[in-house]
């Protein structure tokens, strides 16, 4: 048998194959083996194992993704709130101030004046 990779998830069409099979299995009477890991006993507690786990998934993945939006709904209202402030500066002490480069906007009297463009004339 090749090594198998453990590391990577199996294909949900794979795993509704194996759960066929283990269904298959319940109605073969004579089943017997010697093989402690093909026994019906271990398929079974395996089959259980596993929908705890995926159950377990589902619901931490649920946890993570209510976490995640209120993560990213708390970054939004900061960033706002800076916003918010930096218009109250900007207003307060004007956007030339030093108060306003302070909280990261540019002077106005900092800003590149734009330049005249040359008109090049194209001939064919």
């Known amino acids: 048998m090749p ?6 998830r199996l294909r949900p069409q ?10 298959g299995l319940q109605t073969i009477n004579t089943y017997d083996t010697s ?3 093909a026994s019906v006993a271990n398929i079974q ?4 194992a596993m929908l705890t ?6 619901e931490k993945l649920a946890l993570y993704r209510a976490a995640a939006d209120a993560a990213r ?7 706002n709130a ?4 930096k218009e109250v500066v900007r ?28 008109s090049v004339l194209v001939t064919s």
């Open 73 to 79: 709904l708390a970054e939004w209202e900061f960033h």
């Open 82 to 85: 800076i916003l918010a402030m």
């Open 14 to 23: 794979l795993i509704s194959q194996d759960v066929d099979s283990l269904h």
């Open 91 to 118: 207003g307060q002490y004007g956007s030339d101030s030093d108060q306003a480069q302070a909280v990261g906007l540019k002077k106005k009297s900092d800003r590149k004046r734009p330049s005249r463009r040359k």
């Open 3 to 8: 090594l198998q990779n453990t590391t990577i």
């Open 53 to 58: 786990q995926q159950q377990a998934e589902t």
């Open 35 to 37: 093989r402690a890991d």
């Open 45 to 48: 507690q395996a089959y259980q």
